[in-house]
C-alpha cells in the first residue's frame, strides 16, 4: 500500500512531475542516498574521462553532495527550476526540454574540465535558475527577513548567499559559469532572433532538428525491438496488437511459423489481419497435405 500525502498516494504525486524533471532529480536524489548510506564512494562520481568509466560526466554533473542543508537546498531550487521550465516553457515539449538541458550540461561539463572541477551540479542548476529568471522576470520572490525582489535577481542573490555560505572558488565560479551558459542559450533562444537585420529563425534550430530527429529515430527502433517480443512470445496462429499505436504482427506456433512481415500502420491493420488469417489458412491446407 503506498503511503499518502493530503490524501493521495506517493506513486500518484510522483507521476505527476514532468518526466525529465523527475529523471534528473530522481538520480540526484538517489546518488545522493547511496553516497550517503555509504554504498558508494563519493569518489566514483567525480568528473574524469576514461572510455570505461562513462558514467562520470553524468554523475558529476547530477551529484548534490552529502546530506546537508546545502544539498536541500540544492536539490529544491533543481526541482523547482526543471519543473516549472519543463511544465511552462517547454509545456508539451519534452524532447526540446531534453535539448535544451543537454545543452548546459555539455558546455558545463566542458568548463569544468577547463577548471578541473570534480562537481558541477552547482554550476547546472545555476544554468536552470537563470533561464527560469530571465523567462519569469516580473515574478515577486520573497527573502528570508521579508525582503522582496524581482525574479530577474534571483541568480545574482544565489551567488551572494554562496559566497555568504564559503565552499571555495567553486562556491561563486561554478554558479557564475552557469549564468553565463544561461545567458548563451537566453540570446540565442530570446534575443537574437528579433534583433533588426538578425536572419530569420533561431541559431539552435538546426542542432534541435537533429536532436528531434535522433530522438524520433531511437523511439522507432525501441518500438521495433518490442514489437518483435511481441512476435516471439506470441501463441497461437492469431493477430496481435504489439502497441496502442495499432501496430499488428502475426505468430503461429505450430509446425510452421508465418515469415515476419512489416508492421503496417494502424489504417491498414484490418486488412493485413485479413490476409494473415488467409496465410494461415494456407499454411494449415499446406501441413494437412503433407
Known amino acids: 500500500m503506498d503511503a499518502n500525502i493530503d490524501g493521495r498516494p506517493i506513486s500518484d504525486l510522483i507521476r505527476e512531475i514532468p518526466i525529465v524533471t523527475r529523471l534528473l532529480c530522481g538520480t540526484s536524489l538517489f546518488l545522493t542516498l547511496a553516497a550517503g548510506f555509504g554504498l558508494v564512494s563519493p569518489y566514483a562520481f567525480f568528473l574524469r574521462w576514461r572510455l570505461l568509466e562513462f558514467w562520470r560526466p553524468i554523475t558529476s554533473l547530477l551529484f548534490l553532495g552529502r546530506f546537508s542543508l546545502s544539498f536541500a537546498l540544492l536539490l529544491s531550487n533543481f526541482f523547482r527550476f526543471s519543473s516549472s521550465l519543463e511544465t511552462e516553457s517547454f509545456a508539451g515539449q519534452t524532447v526540446d526540454y531534453l535539448f535544451f538541458c543537454c545543452f548546459g550540461a555539455t558546455l558545463t561539463l566542458a568548463a569544468a574540465t577547463l577548471l578541473h572541477s570534480p ?102 527502433v525501441s518500438s521495433a525491438i518490442s514489437g518483435r517480443r511481441y512476435w516471439h512470445r506470441a501463441g497461437p496462429a492469431r493477430v496481435i496488437d504489439a502497441s496502442a499505436a495499432g501496430r499488428t504482427f502475426v505468430s503461429r506456433a505450430g509446425t510452421r511459423a508465418a515469415p515476419e512481415h512489416p508492421a503496417p500502420e494502424a489504417a491498414h491493420a484490418p486488412a493485413f489481419a485479413g490476409r494473415a488469417r488467409r496465410f494461415d489458412e494456407a499454411v494449415a491446407d499446406t501441413t494437412t497435405h503433407e
Open 119 to 220: 562537481f558541477s551540479a552547482a554550476a547546472f542548476v545555476s544554468f536552470l535558475c537563470y533561464v527560469w529568471s530571465r523567462r519569469n522576470p516580473d515574478t515577486r520572490l520573497r527573502l528570508f527577513a521579508g525582503i522582496v525582489y524581482s525574479a530577474k535577481y534571483l541568480p545574482f542573490v544565489h551567488i551572494a548567499l554562496s559566497a555568504l555560505e564559503g565552499g571555495g572558488k567553486d562556491a561563486v565560479a561554478l554558479p557564475l559559469i552557469g549564468m553565463g551558459i544561461g545567458h548563451l542559450y537566453w540570446y540565442l533562444e530570446d534575443v537574437l532572433p528579433h534583433l533588426p537585420g538578425s536572419p530569420p529563425g533561431c541559431p539552435l534550430d538546426k542542432p534541435r532538428a537533429a536532436f528531434r530527429a535522433l530522438g524520433g529515430l531511437v523511439g522507432r
